[in-house]
């Protein structure tokens, strides 16, 4: 993975050719007022009951996308929603707070994981991009994801 240029503003990420990887979708989650674009060749798997998010699979299966708003009831704040946007990564590569957020990016195993996350009011939203290393879209997904993870309301 690149090194990370904190004048770029903008995370390490490797690029693939902007036809096949940069078609989206959006999903929008009224329960908890977010919005974000999804790869438009990921497939949504079934809802949960509780309407809190949704998971998106590569055709594949290889690459997945999890976004889910949640209360914050134990007032953990933004440095709690930290806590959750690093948690699967092996070591931290990439990782900025753009106001009101996180971002963090690095690898997971063989694969590499690209988080945002969104937090105002007592509510958390959170993005969470794995992909293997070796997929050159990848870093088109996570660029969608960055550009488009916002509040609807």
């Not at 009831?73 to 092996?90: C, I, S, T």
């Not at 009101?100 to 694969?111: K, R």
Request: charged share 20%; hydrophobic share 40%; no cysteine.
């Amino acid at each position: 993975m690149p090194e990370p240029d904190p004048a770029a503003g903008s995370p390490p990420v490797a690029t693939a050719p902007a036809s096949a990887a940069s078609a989206v979708e959006p999903y929008v989650n009224a329960r908890f007022g977010f919005a974000v674009d999804v790869p438009a060749a990921f497939g949504a798997q079934p809802a949960p009951q509780n309407a809190d998010g949704r998971t998106f699979r590569s055709p594949d299966g290889a690459a997945s996308l999890v976004v889910f708003g949640y209360q914050d009831a134990v007032g953990a704040g933004l440095e709690g929603l930290a806590e959750r946007v690093r948690e699967d990564l092996d070591s931290l590569a990439y990782s900025a707070r753009p106001p009101g957020g996180i971002v963090a990016s690095g690898p997971a195993g063989e694969d590499v994981v690209y988080a945002r996350a969104l937090y105002r009011d007592g509510v958390g939203v959170l993005a969470r991009l794995r992909y293997p290393a070796t997929r050159p879209e990848g870093g088109a997904w996570a660029e969608a994801l960055d550009a488009s993870l916002r509040w609807t309301e």
